[in-house]
């Protein structure tokens, strides 16, 4: 009895979250940004006010968390690009070709696009954004790192470790120019755009910086 009633709990509590994340998102996408405050979310999620604060120690938590998930998602994403794209012969061009095809199919704008527009004008929790951002590239280096050396376990680890560096860099550099060019909006212009970006910084880490 005690175990069925724990395991009821357990699902009521996992629902309340999952609503209180799901109305978060929704109400971000509708104003472009934050735009709301606490009795607002509860409303929309269709919970008590106090239920927000028993799974979340305040209103930025909420944010904070909203954007993880989305970096989450997409970095899953992305890694499941790269599993299911074709293995190459091990060169180091081989192996970025791979990258390019995966990076090419996966949402980034998306994940770049929510935490931009959840920080926007909230100083409070822009710096724990962008430590969310910068631990979300290193854990997905690191996990582009393995997968690599699995589909290529001859490959010359100071090889893949380069790659993925330039890989992971450039793309922080593209992310904020994409931001800067286009507010992080979604729509076809704006991709195309990250697409001509996300090309630039491929090009560059095939040819290496050098004046054309």
Same mark, same amino acid.
């Given at each position: 009895?005690?175990?069925?009633?724990?395991?009821?709990?357990?699902?009521?509590?996992?629902?309340?979250?999952? &609503? *209180?994340?799901?109305?978060?998102?929704?109400? *971000?996408?509708?104003?472009?940004?934050?735009?709301?405050?606490?009795?607002? $979310?509860?409303?929309?999620?269709?919970?008590?006010?106090?239920?927000?604060?028993?799974?979340?120690? #305040?209103?930025?938590?909420?944010?904070?968390?909203?954007?993880?998930?989305?970096? /989450? !998602?997409?970095?899953?994403?992305?890694?499941?690009?790269?599993? #299911?794209?074709? !293995?190459?012969?091990?060169? =180091?061009?081989?192996?970025?070709? %791979?990258?390019?095809?995966?990076?090419? @199919?996966?949402?980034?704008?998306?994940?770049?696009?929510?935490?931009?527009?959840?920080?926007?004008?909230?100083?409070?929790?822009? %710096?724990?954004?962008?430590?969310?951002?910068?631990?979300?590239? $290193?854990?997905?280096?690191?996990?582009?790192?393995? %997968?690599?050396? =699995? =589909?290529?376990?001859?490959?010359?680890?100071?090889?893949?470790?380069?790659?993925?560096?330039?890989?992971?860099?450039? $793309?922080?550099?593209?992310?904020?120019?994409?931001?800067?060019?286009?507010?992080?909006?979604?729509?076809? &212009?704006?991709?195309?755009?990250?697409?001509?970006?996300?090309?630039? $910084?491929?090009?560059?880490? @095939?040819?290496?910086?050098?004046? /054309?």
């Amino acid at each position: 009895m005690t175990i069925a009633v724990n395991d009821r709990r357990a699902a009521l509590k996992a629902r309340h979250r999952a &609503a *209180i994340l799901a109305a978060a998102s929704a109400l *971000i996408d509708e104003r472009g940004g934050p735009d709301f405050g606490v009795d607002e $979310l509860a409303e929309r999620a269709d919970i008590a006010r106090r239920t927000v604060f028993n799974h979340f120690g #305040s209103f930025d938590e909420v944010l904070l968390t909203v954007c993880t998930d989305a970096l /989450t !998602v997409v970095v899953d994403d992305f890694l499941a690009s790269v599993s #299911s794209t074709a !293995v190459g012969d091990g060169t =180091r061009s081989s192996m970025l070709d %791979e990258m390019a095809v995966a990076l090419h @199919r996966s949402d980034l704008p998306t994940a770049i696009a929510t935490m931009h527009h959840v920080v926007g004008g909230r100083k409070a929790i822009q %710096e724990r954004s962008v430590d969310f951002a910068r631990a979300g590239f $290193l854990r997905v280096g690191d996990r582009l790192r393995e %997968e690599i050396s =699995r =589909r290529h376990p001859a490959a010359d680890e100071l090889d893949v470790e380069l790659l993925v560096g330039f890989l992971m860099s450039g $793309l922080s550099v593209v992310s904020r120019r994409w931001i800067d060019r286009t507010g992080a909006r979604l729509d076809d &212009a704006s991709r195309a755009e990250w697409e001509q970006l996300l090309a630039r $910084l491929l090009h560059s880490v @095939r040819s290496g910086y050098m004046p /054309t």
